[in-house]
């Protein structure tokens, strides 16, 4: 056999005249669709859209989260106006005391986006440090006053305050480390000042439930939010109750909780036990699409 | 990474460089033009998803190659393609001695027709064959040694003639 026989013979076989052209056609319709659908390295772009949505779902749970502490909040001080605060001077103690004890276990995740919360037992001498149970929080010009959220509304001085006074009841966000004692505040949220005479309540004492359904009971009346499973009975009450509250739509509180749901709500029990009945649930909406 | 621009280009370059150099390999494999065209596509495909980055034209050819022979393996495994009874290949329209080496060389197993294809046609050395292969060279020199062997017992040949690069 001689040496180019094979080559040659390989180099005369026939092939479709059109193939580089049709090859090329075919890839770019594959290339198109791909751009369609999403870049062709689809797994990572498809990982960034899940963040996004995530993102933006989470925010969205907070801002309403926040609007919901809010309109708690000044149903709560409305109440206590004409609550037991003539009866004797023991009566703030026990008002307090509730308080007191939620604030050693904060809110299911509130602590990740608000770290911030309780009332005001000192102010320093130039007005821009307070301290909030044995935190000092420092305002500076970085930090922001109000939520900045898209869908949030626009704070109203009754509910965010300029002057931060002893008494007032602030919550807020830092990303400083919060066990060091002193930290300056990225976000001030609220910075209400107390119902006159009343000894101050700390808002997140009505909200200890608060994030995403990651499981529901069978029966549908349980669900599961963080590590805390929840418990609906007859005797849990819907909606934010109060002089100022909205009637809550069917958005925001939706009748079934499911998995992925956003709630939130308060119960009167231990919340470290790991199962509580609702005492009020005040949102149960569905992510965003 | 290429931007859409620099892909096309790259992908249309390498169209024009090898896509006969590809499917000549899908055809030794398969021994079908229709099916080695197929794979041939499917090759530049995986070229436009992957966005494979290479040091250097060799390194391009290489990395095509040793996809078209992968891909031909898969489509040998296939259920449909072992199923099948295709009509041989009409290579009738070749010069007469040209037919009788190529019908000698794929009617060897294809342990030794893929190895031969690459030296001889494609001139690779052992080294090259080697890598393409993930095989060692000493076992691609035997491939190649036993290949011809076989090669000159179909066709005769000299005895000092050999398939040399």
Request: aromatic share 8%; with cysteine.
């Amino acid at each position: 056999m001689k040496r180019s026989v094979y080559k040659s013979a390989m180099s005369h076989l026939k092939t479709s005249e059109d193939f580089n052209e049709a090859t090329y056609e075919k890839l770019m319709r594959e290339m198109a669709k791909s751009e369609q659908n999403g870049p062709i390295d689809q797994t990572q772009s498809k990982e960034m859209v899940k963040m996004e949505k995530a993102k933006k779902k989470t925010m969205t749970g907070w801002t309403v989260g926040v609007a919901a502490c809010a309109v708690l909040a000044v149903g709560i001080f409305a109440l206590n106006q004409n609550g037991p605060a003539k009866d004797s001077v023991a009566s703030p103690s026990a008002t307090a005391q509730p308080s007191s004890v939620v604030s050693e276990r904060p809110p299911i995740l509130g602590k990740v986006q608000v770290n911030i919360d309780g009332v005001i037992s000192e102010v320093s001498a130039d007005g821009k440090s307070f301290k909030v149970g044995d935190l000092w929080v420092e305002i500076t010009d970085q930090t922001k006053l109000g939520s900045n959220e898209p869908t949030a509304t626009a704070p109203s001085e009754e509910l965010l305050q300029k002057e931060f006074k002893v008494g007032n009841i602030v919550s807020g966000f830092t990303s400083q480390d919060v066990s060091s004692g002193r930290v300056t505040a990225d976000v001030i949220y609220n910075n209400m000042a107390p119902a006159k005479e009343e000894a101050p309540i700390k808002g997140k004492a009505m909200v200890n439930i608060d994030g995403v359904i990651s499981e529901v009971s069978a029966d549908g009346k349980s669900f599961k939010v963080g590590d805390l499973w929840v418990t609906i009975t007859p005797d849990t009450a819907m909606g934010i109750d109060g002089p100022t509250a909205a009637e809550p739509s069917e958005e925001l509180l939706q009748k079934e909780f499911k998995v992925g749901n956003i709630v939130s709500g308060y119960t009167s029990e231990d919340v470290s036990t790991g199962k509580v009945d609702a005492t009020r649930i005040y949102n149960n909406m569905a992510p965003q699409q | 990474m290429y931007n859409s621009f620099e892909l096309n280009e790259s992908v249309r370059r390498a169209l024009d460089r090898y896509s006969q150099s590809l499917i000549k390999i899908a055809f030794a494999y398969l021994k079908n033009m229709a099916d080695a065209e197929e794979v041939a596509q499917d090759v530049f495909l995986a070229y436009l998803q992957k966005r494979p980055v290479f040091e250097n034209n060799e390194h391009e050819k290489a990395w095509l190659i040793r996809t078209t022979i992968n891909k031909s393996k898969n489509m040998l495994k296939a259920g449909w393609f072992r199923s099948r009874n295709p009509v041989p290949e009409n290579l009738s329209y070749l010069p007469r001695e040209e037919n009788e080496v190529l019908q000698a060389v794929l009617a060897l197993d294809k342990k030794y027709r893929i190895p031969i294809h690459l030296h001889y046609y494609e001139g690779y050395s052992i080294q090259e064959i080697a890598d393409i292969l993930q095989a060692k060279p000493a076992t691609v020199g035997t491939w190649l040694a036993r290949g011809r062997m076989l090669l000159k017992e179909k066709i005769g040949g000299a005895e000092d003639e050999a398939f040399s690069i």
